[in-house]
Every structure is written in C-alpha cells, then in structure tokens.
C-alpha cells in the first residue's frame, strides 16, 4: 500500500494531495488560518513581453508549526477545509541567517 502523507485537521486526519507551492505569510489576522503569497511571470504574447502578477492564497496553520509574517513556507494542497482554504503549510523555509 502506498504511504501516503497526512495532517491532523480539526481532530481528523485529511491527505495532501496535488500541487505544492512555497510562499510567504503576507497576513495572520484569522484564527489557524494565513495568506500566502508568491510572484510568477504572466507573458503577453502581444507585446512579447512578461509581466510580474502574484497569487494569494489562505491556507491552514497547524498547531504544531510557529509562524510569522514575512516567513518563507511551503504549502500543499489538500480537500477543501473551508470555502475558502484549500492548502495546508507542511513546513517553514526560513533559514535563521536571513532573519537578522
């Protein structure tokens, strides 16, 4: 049987599936709940050119993890938790030089 990933959601457990993202946590104000954001190029094949856009995204802080505004985090995506949540953070990227 395949070993599939796991976390503990509202006292059940909700597999990790499908895509992976890294970000950083632009906002914190909702309980066990963060904002996400990243950049990506979107080319306009009219001017042959790209342009900077971001995506925001709200996503499920566990428990376990301690995180703030500003941290680099990898987030996965999972079932829906919430009519808006669909990504849960699997772990914190910062490295403790660039927080001085």
């Known amino acids: 049987m395949k070993d599939k990933k796991s976390i503990i959601v509202k006292g059940k457990p909700i597999s990790l599936?499908?895509?992976?993202?890294?970000?950083?946590?632009?906002?914190?104000?909702?309980?066990?709940t963060v904002t996400v954001e990243w950049q990506r190029q979107y080319y306009l094949p009219k001017y042959e050119r790209f342009e900077k856009r971001r995506t925001r995204v709200k996503a499920h802080k566990p428990d376990s993890l301690n995180v703030e505004i500003g941290d680099q985090v990898k987030i996965m995506e999972t079932r829906p938790i919430s009519k808006t949540k669909h990504f849960v953070i699997v772990e914190v990227m910062n490295d403790e030089s660039s927080k001085s």
């Open 17 to 32: 599936r499908g895509r992976t993202f890294e970000g950083t946590i632009i906002n914190m104000n909702l309980q066990k």
